[in-house]
């Protein structure tokens, strides 16, 4: 065989495809090929077995026949992948590897912490960028603004740090902007984290009352306008067609008037003064949403 095969779990499997060009074989010629080996050869698969995780149990109370059956079974399920060392494919794939392996490099320095000005950032190769995870969550940034961005970055390091040389590297490597679908990505590709706004918290001043809006009246005002709104106390929605019964200031009995499809009463073209309200139940809630004099 000319080129080595390594068998790596899966997530070392994903890097190794991305940054050294490896081939994957298929699991029945991963099978093969372990089945093939030399009793001698596996005296090393405890050892193999304890640094891949394939199992929690002590190993030294299982069998070798047990250690190989746990590999043939990570091997089955796709927990461990065989993959050939080559020469990576062609030019591009190569390219690429070398992008994902400079990106890497960055993530760890930064501990995968890209900010700027208070603004978060993250590098990605052109052809992951429709994989990146929470992809609306970034806009792309255009090469002139990305590169002051990862020259900044680089300053902030110091002159002679390893970031900095980095960062420099990838500074060269950005992509030109490119325009879809007439134009591709081509480089390295910054993106800029969307700043989300903040929800404004609800106004839980509770509801005027009756004494309040007293006050509110102007007894030397001969006209006013009156609205209130009815709603559930616990669900927060408008009752429609409950009755109340309002005293105005210039009567003696109270008068009947129905909530409409949003719970609202509507009263214009009234005395002003103090009224009284009735027919409210314990479960409902009241407000006065206008109260205007003319």
Known sequence: MDDPVLLVPIMEANRLRGE???????????????????????????????????????????????????????IKAGRLIALRKGDGGDASAKRSADLRRLVRLIEEQTRGRLSFAGRKYKLVVDVDLGKVPGRNNYEVVGREAATRVLDGLAKQSGPSGELGALLGQASAKLTPDWRPPVSEPDGLILLRGIPVAQAVAKDEAPAITPSQLAKLKDPQKKDAWIKIHLVDADKGTAIEGASLQLKLPDATTPSSHDTDKDGLVDLPDVPAGTFSLEGVDDDQAWELVAHETT
């Open 20 to 74: 050294e060009g490896c081939q994957e074989l298929p699991a029945n010629r991963a099978l093969c090929l372990f089945q093939a080996l030399d009793r001698l050869a596996t005296s090393g698969v405890r050892r193999f077995v304890e640094e891949a995780r394939l199992s929690n149990l002590p190993l030294r109370e299982v069998s070798d026949s047990a250690l190989r059956e746990m590999v043939r079974a990570a």
